[in-house]
């Protein structure tokens, strides 16, 4: 894979992936984030304007993982795992040690030409627009959050949750709603 752009404030001394996108005005903390990054789809993360993807945040992609982030998010700390597809909407604001993976248990991803993990057939993720994702809540195959919900912290989520509801507990369930 070709090297893409260098953070100017970077501390890690290695470009982002060729393949990863920032829009205009956001802010991507280190290419570090990128260290278990393994993805070959010509878009592996397209992040929209004015977002931040802030420290600790990592993008353990296998080759077929893409991850696409829109206009006006924030991300903090959150660990994106996958081999399949996640894509968060407009507005949305991801707390700190948010998991968001397509498998139950943590497997290392492909190494390039390696063979690709098995077992949980992996699916989109999706959050919604304005949706609020709680501290230490993890989202998993399965999870398809609407617009306008809320995640508690520490929930687990592995089921699609309708819009504007609030989910909290291990397992998740719905406690509420927003509107």
């Not at 390039?112 to 998993?140: Q, Y």
């Not at 399965?142 to 995640?151: K, L, S, Y």
Request: negative net charge; aromatic residues 10%.
């Amino acid at each position: 894979m070709s090297e893409g752009m260098s953070l100017e404030h970077d501390w890690f001394p290695r470009p982002l992936p060729a393949n990863v996108t920032i829009g205009e005005r956001s802010w991507w903390y280190s290419s570090f984030a990128c260290l278990h990054y393994r993805s070959r789809k010509p878009h592996g993360v397209r992040v929209g304007r004015d977002s931040g993807i802030y420290h600790g945040t990592f993008f353990e992609l296998g080759p077929d993982g893409e991850v696409e982030i829109g206009d006006y998010c924030t991300l903090v700390g959150a660990i994106i795992c996958t081999n399949s597809r996640v894509v968060i909407r407009d507005y949305t604001f991801i707390a700190h040690e948010v998991i968001i993976a397509d498998r139950f248990a943590a497997q290392p991803l492909a190494e390039p030409g390696g063979p690709v993990p098995v077992g949980g057939g992996p699916s989109e993720i999706v959050i919604g627009e304005n949706a609020w994702i709680g501290a230490r809540a993890i989202l998993l195959s399965g999870a398809t959050i609407g617009e306008g919900a809320i995640v508690g912290a520490a929930a687990f989520v592995d089921f699609p949750v309708p819009p504007y509801a609030v989910v909290a507990g291990n397992p998740g369930r719905l406690v509420g709603r927003t509107r």
